[in-house]
């Protein structure tokens, strides 16, 4: 069982940065695809970026050209990077874990079904 916590989330201005970051604990030699989402209370989730163990990552239209996912093998974290942020980005942030859902359903942004293991969340609010 792989347990994700997010941290980084907080409040900002339009057009500004924020990163998040995602640290793994637990059985994270099993975790091949890594997650973001995001929820904005009663509106359905939203994948928004992916990466898998070999570095390769996929977006969300929303976010392309704007937020950046990326991998610390070493510290077993990844980290989302947000920039020009958008109010329509305030949301609440989830990190995700495959622990191998990800061989069956692939690892993006909206392959929700390959996730197993879920964080807490962090807010994020840009106005």
């Not at 392309?64 to 020009?84: C, E, P, W």
């Not at 609440?92 to 807490?120: H, K, L, M």
Request: include cysteine; charged fraction near 20%.
């Amino acid at each position: 069982h792989v347990q994700p916590v997010e941290s980084g989330g907080g409040s900002v201005q339009a057009g500004g940065s924020l990163r998040l970051s995602c640290v793994a604990s637990g059985s994270t030699d099993s975790t091949y695809c890594t997650g973001w989402f995001r929820q904005v209370p009663g509106k359905k989730r939203e994948g928004v970026a992916a990466i898998d163990s070999d570095g390769s990552t996929r977006y969300a239209d929303s976010v392309k050209g704007r937020f950046t996912i990326s991998l610390d093998n070493a510290k077993s974290t990844v980290y989302l990077q947000m920039d020009s942020l958008k109010p329509e980005d305030t949301a609440v942030y989830y990190c995700a874990a495959d622990e191998g859902g990800s061989i069956r359903w692939g690892c993006g942004p909206d392959t929700v079904n390959a996730f197993s293991d879920w964080g807490q969340g962090t807010q994020v609010t840009v106005s």
